[in-house]
Each structure stands twice: as C-alpha cells, then as structure tokens.
C-alpha cells in the first residue's frame, strides 16, 4: 500500500506497540500510498478491491507485493513451494460515480451472496471486508470512506443501498455460469 515502506513486516513486528504506531502514522502522514482503497472484501478462493492509484504503477505494484508476500507467507507456514495464484489479477477502470458505488455494493454483499454469512445483519461482522467500516464497527486507517459516504445522506442510507439487492446478487449467482 505505501511506497518505499521503511521496514519489512518481520522487522516491524520486531518493534515496540509506541514504535509501531510512530511509524504508520509517519508512512499515512507523509501521504505516499500507492493506492487509495475504498472497499474490499477476502473471500476463501478470491479477493475483491476497489482502488484509485495514486502513483504510476501504483496498482500493479501493489498487487504483486499483496500476492508475493501472502505466497512466501503461506508457503512458509505449510512448508510448500510454488505460486497460490493461477490467474493474473483483473482490473476495470470505474468510469462513472454511479459505477462506483454499485461496485462497492457488490463488493460489501459479496460474503452475503456466496453464503458465507446467512443474513443481512450477519454482514455487519463479517471481519475480512470493508462494509463494517462504513458503519463504523472497524475503523481500518487505510480505507478511504469519504467518496461513497459523500453519495448518501446517512450511515442508515448506505446500509439501505448495500443491502437492497442482496437477495438479487443472489439469484444472480445461482445461474452466472450459465452466461
């Protein structure tokens, strides 16, 4: 996310809490993030992102820091080798703000429409996405809230909005592969 972080993560961690925090408030300081990301969401077998670059490359270079280190990461802890991700990732320019906060929709509602939680309500708490922090149940620094949160008039619009098409994201998923 940031470009030219000072530290690698093992040497981070190595840090004391006060020392941890002086440095990421410095790096979100200093404003040199690679991306601004509005929303995302870890599913099981896939990711969602939804990001501006704020530099050349900024996208691609986050990317592939994102998946190099989650590959040395897994294949350290399982003792493997070899690449967790058999396609590149894939991008689409967001061209209009209506397209944007309907892309934020289907990422927010994604685990609701795979069934990785069964209600509505149950999305609130899902830990691995950014719809919490739009409702103010995470506060995850490096989530950019102020564009979507600029087209609704309140916290309880936006939640309206998400949950709306739910249902239909839904049935939706049930014959994709069939297109």
């Keep these: 996310m940031f470009d030219n972080a000072p530290h690698r993560l093992s040497n981070y961690l190595r840090l004391t809490d006060k020392s941890r925090t002086k440095e990421l408030d410095s790096l979100y300081d200093s404003n040199r993030t690679r991306i601004s990301m509005y929303a995302f969401c870890l599913m099981p077998n896939h990711y969602h992102l939804l990001v501006r670059q704020n530099i050349n490359n900024g996208i691609s270079s986050f990317i592939r820091h994102l998946q190099n280190s989650h590959a040395k990461y897994l294949n350290i802890k399982s003792k493997r080798t070899g690449s967790l991700y058999q396609n590149p990732f894939k991008g689409t320019i967001i ?58 008039s309140t916290q309880s619009e936006l939640i309206d909005f998400t949950l709306d098409r739910a249902e239909h994201q839904r049935e939706l998923s049930k014959i994709k592969h069939l297109i």
């Design 95 to 152: 061209e209009t703000n209506e397209q944007f906060i309907h892309v934020a929709r289907y990422i927010h509602i994604n685990p609701l429409t795979s069934y990785l939680v069964k209600k509505p309500n149950e999305l609130r708490n899902y830990p691995w996405c950014s719809f919490s922090d739009y409702i103010n149940l995470s506060k995850r620094r490096f989530i950019t809230k102020e564009r979507l949160l600029s087209n609704f």
